[in-house]
């Protein structure tokens, strides 16, 4: 069964400094990997995807993630937090049978001026 | 162009009524997943639908329907309303159903219910 666990509920950075969302997969498949970012009362955006192709993926807003199948994770990453980045983060994992996403619980990271 | 609509932005039901919520997806998209996202919890799985077919089911009891029209719109229906459906109910459209396809997320309603 695909699960992913996202290891820390909340993060606080300050402005300009790196910021790091930790998630890490389970998967019988070469997984299709995503993080998507939720402002308050807003909808889900896509933030960047993994299909298979390269490790390091490059995503919208300065952010990236490296999938690392021998430690099966996939973190996120951002060199200088933004005020605007304050937001949930989900990593998502995509069921291969069904095609359904498999929600994280979600890291809210909280920007410090 | 138009992302996905969801209709409508919020409501409040009482226990034991029934709801219906809508969805457009983006033109040309013909897969359209529901998903149930209770406050401080990540969104999980209700349905899936591809040319107006079921494609998926989430582990959610029968009061849960949905179906897909022809231009490739949906609608969830929600019986016998309980206090613990509320949640922020999100619409996800996509090409069709692939495992590397992204899904586009609508704003979401949010249901309560009294």
């Known amino acids: 069964a695909q699960s992913v666990t996202q290891l820390d509920s909340h993060v606080s950075v300050s402005e300009g400094t790196p910021v790091l969302l930790r998630c890490n997969y389970s998967?019988?498949?070469?997984?299709?990997l995503f993080w998507y970012v939720q402002h308050p009362n807003k909808g889900l955006q896509l933030l960047l995807k993994?299909?298979?192709?390269?490790?390091l993926v490059k995503g919208i807003n300065g952010f990236e993630a490296e999938f690392k199948k021998s430690e099966t994770s996939f973190h996120l990453t951002k060199p200088s937090a933004h005020m605007s980045d304050a937001a949930e983060y989900f990593c998502?994992?995509?069921?291969?049978?069904?095609?359904?996403?498999?929600f994280g619980t979600g890291t809210r990271l909280k920007v410090l001026a | 162009d138009a992302g996905v609509t969801q209709s409508p932005t919020h409501l409040i039901k009482t226990r034991g009524q029934h709801v219906t919520l809508r969805c457009s997806p983006i033109?040309?998209?013909?897969?359209v997943s529901w998903y149930q996202q209770v406050l401080g919890q990540g969104p999980q799985f209700i349905f899936q639908?591809?040319?107006?077919?079921?494609?998926g089911r989430g582990n959610f009891p029968d009061r849960f329907s949905a179906r897909q029209f022809p231009n490739y719109s949906s609608e969830l229906n929600v019986n016998a309303l309980l206090l613990g459906d509320s949640a922020l109910y999100l619409c996800?459209?996509?090409?069709?159903?692939?495992?590397?396809?992204?899904?586009?997320f609508g704003q979401g309603t949010r249901l309560t219910v009294v």
């Open positions: 996800a459209s996509s090409l069709v159903p692939a495992e590397q396809t992204e899904a586009f």
């Open positions: 998967s019988s498949y070469s997984p299709s």
């Open positions: 993994y299909t298979s192709a390269a490790t």
């Open positions: 998502v994992v995509s069921d291969p049978g069904t095609y359904k996403y498999i």
């Open positions: 033109s040309g998209h013909k897969s």
């Open positions: 639908y591809y040319e107006k077919e079921e494609r």
